[in-house]
């Protein structure tokens, strides 16, 4: 009986812990459906300019 009761207590201790554990790392995986992002919310990055001078260093680098 004094083994069960020690089991018992440990667990109880532990019990708090594991739960505000648990909690943290449950809390954004719960956030994430709250949030309703539409169309306007998505941020792109701006068009890139091709200048054409990747090509013209690896042709530079191939000589070299």
Not at 26 to 44: D, F, K, Q, W
């Amino acid at each position: 009986m004094n083994r069960l009761t020690t089991t018992a207590t440990k667990t109880l201790r532990l019990l708090p812990r594991a739960t505000l554990i648990l909690m943290l790392l449950a809390a954004p995986v719960l956030a994430v459906p709250m949030m309703r992002a539409g169309t306007g919310n998505t941020i792109e990055a701006p068009p890139q300019k091709n200048t054409g001078l990747g090509f013209v260093l690896l042709i530079s680098l191939q000589r070299g």
